[in-house]
């Protein structure tokens, strides 16, 4: 395997740069690439300036974090778990957080706050439900982590019918905002929504770091990790509420954005990188540059129609994730 | 100093003991072998010396300290075990994996100073791995990987070594290798504590030896006097004579045919 070069840190920054550039310069009314760095210094023609300042840069920023939090989320959980097919999307925590952000906004929460965390509640359900699911299947969690990823898959089904069951009744308002959840989207970006997912991201991603090195250590196993003195069971839960927190945050923020953490660790891992705190930063700034040119694809490939962004990063990471349970096979 | 106290151990749900009553001694500067039918209870005193069972009865002492009042990093840093299986999810540089037995004493913040990386360096050595130190642990093979695991716990720097079945799957080269190894760390003043099935490797280095039969002590003391014929038929349930080596005088079991009319 090769080592990880310190200057690829650089080149992971720039890309993120391009990429998001890229992005507030293309779109229904294109910009010079130029121009667009003008308009982002408030420079120019005043509709570029509007256009760039309010409406592509939120919706670029907003990207950017779900991408950093769904690889942050991600590369913690598959290091905590020892699954290399880990991620927020597959382990049904992502899908309970749609639960819960479909049931306040169904209920009338219109604030990005009550969303959040209805979502919070709805993906820490789903972790509960999927660990009490794996737990009926074998006597240790972590001792089947097969049992672990299908009990995931169930919950997410079982949480893609309770969408559909609120939806059978609800006001035709209510089922485009759930619809908007399942698919993913980062097209209603607000500064807002930016900031509070920012503050989530980070509050989130700043403890994930802080208990990074516990992550290598739950990486070797339960026994080892209990003789190099770290209690497997209560480290691994901690690691697992971040992640879900992670996950969450970013369902209330754009839904159901599936795969990304999943690819995203696994190319931190093929640049060299192993310990799980610069894996944790490499992989929130592969997630971010990965969802902005994903969110880049949705809105120009078949413009004027819109893409659903979920399902270009399904498109991404089905492949992927097939190659991935080959190797593990 | 780890001394076993009356310990008794039995999982939820399961009516019988997996341990009832164990008491032994693993001293300083020698190494002690605990042996017994599979089943006889050896993983499950490997269990609780890693807290990863309650005890049902009796304690479990390190240097006079019951290890239930050591909070767990410290424990750390004063008992290492390699324990019997470990898959590791993702490889890793195994300098970088050895390097993690230092984790006891850096914590989640404290980067390895130069004094933690000469600790690593000489357990790679004492393991007789330095050659590898640069490779992946996915590409090691079965003796390699078991000494880059016994290295990993050398890295601990902890006074007391505990193995479980540390030479299973293992050729007869790197087998001895192992118990050299472990040995040659106890008569340099660890308490090392070997759970083996090879009884007569075992007899050869070992200055003790513990037999477990259905969670209890079923003799102990030298190898000498552990190794006897008429006992050890008993605890295996299979006919065995016991020898003197030809070569090195150690007492040696010889388990007899039984053979099958089909």
């Known amino acids: 395997m090769k080592r990880f070069h310190p200057a690829t840190w650089l080149l992971l920054i720039a890309s993120l740069a391009i990429v998001s550039l890229v992005a507030i310069a293309r779109g229904a009314v294109p910009i010079p690439l130029g121009a667009a760095f003008d308009a982002l210094r408030g420079v120019g023609d005043m509709t570029a300036i509007a256009i760039v300042r309010d409406l592509r840069l939120p919706r670029v920023l907003l990207g950017a974090l779900v991408g ?35 049931i306040a906004f169904s209920l009338g929460a219109g604030s990005d706050v009550v969303i959040t965390l209805a979502a919070f509640a709805g993906g820490i359900g789903a972790v509960f439900v999927a660990l009490g699911v794996a737990r009926a299947g074998g006597r240790s969690v972590r001792a089947d982590l097969r049992t672990l990823l299908i009990a995931g898959v169930i919950v997410g089904a079982f949480a893609n019918a309770a969408i559909m069951v609120a939806l059978a009744s609800a006001e035709p308002n209510t089922v485009r905002g759930a619809l908007w959840w399942m698919m993913g989207s980062a097209a209603d970006a607000t500064w807002t929504r930016v900031a509070w997912l920012g503050a989530s991201i980070a509050g989130a991603g700043a403890a994930l770091l802080y208990w990074a090195r516990e992550i290598d250590v739950l990486a070797l196993g339960e026994e080892t990790a209990a003789s190099l003195g770290v209690d497997a069971e209560r480290a691994g839960k901690r690691i697992f509420l971040i992640a ?29 990188l192993r310990s799980h705190r610069p894996l944790i930063v490499a992989a ?19 413009a004027p129609v819109e893409l659903p962004l979920g399902a270009i990063t399904a498109l991404l990471g089905v492949p992927f994730f097939l190659v991935q349970l080959r190797r593990a096979a | 100093m780890i001394t076993f106290d009356d310990v008794a151990v039995r999982y ?10 164990v008491s032994f001694a693993i001293p300083r500067g020698q190494l002690t072998a605990l042996a017994g039918p599979n089943g006889s209870g050896k993983s499950s005193i490997v269990r609780a010396l890693l807290r990863r069972v309650d005890l049902a009865g009796g304690s479990i002492g390190l240097d006079g300290r019951s290890i239930a009042d050591i909070p767990p990093s410290e424990l750390a840093r004063s008992l290492a075990v390699v324990p019997q299986r470990e898959e590791s999810a993702f490889p890793a540089r195994v300098r970088d994996y050895v390097a993690l037995g230092r984790y006891p004493h850096l914590g989640l913040w404290k980067s390895p100073d130069a004094e933690d990386m000469r600790l690593v360096e000489a357990a790679l050595r004492q393991a007789g791995i330095d050659d590898l130190a640069d490779r992946e642990t996915d590409a090691l093979s079965g003796g390699e990987w078991q000494r880059v695991r016994i290295a990993r ?25 192992i118990f050299e190894l472990l040995y040659s760390l106890a008569r340099a003043g660890k308490a090392v504590l070997l759970v083996s099935h090879q009884l007569n490797l075992v007899a050869r280095f070992a200055d003790n030896m513990v037999l477990l039969d259905a969670g209890k002590v079923a003799l102990s003391g030298a190898p000498s006097e552990v190794m006897r014929a008429d006992r050890l038929e008993q605890i295996y349930a299979w006919p065995v004579v016991v020898t003197r080596d030809a070569a090195t005088g150690a007492p040696a079991l010889v388990p007899l045919r039984q053979p099958l009319n089909l």
Do not use: W
């Open chain 2, 153 to 177: 716990a050398l890295a601990q720097s902890a006074p007391a070594l505990v193995l479980d079945e540390p030479t299973t799957f293992l050729d007869v080269a790197h087998e001895m290798a």
């Open chain 2, 12 to 21: 939820p749900g399961a009516r019988a003991f997996a341990v009832g009553g």
């Open chain 1, 244 to 272: 879900a927190l992670l996950a969450a945050a970013t369902v209330a923020a754009a839904g159901l954005i599936g795969f990304v953490g999943l690819v995203v660790p696994h190319i931190a891992r093929h640049l060299g």
């Open chain 1, 68 to 102: 950093a939090g769904l690889g942050a989320s991600g590369a913690a959980l598959q290091g905590s778990l020892r699954n290399p097919l880990a991620e927020p999307y597959l382990l049904g925590v992502s899908g309970g957080a749609a639960v819960g952000a479909v």
């Open chain 1, 284 to 302: 929130s700034l592969i997630g971010a540059t990965l969802v902005v040119a994903a969110d880049l694809a949705a809105r120009t490939l078949a």
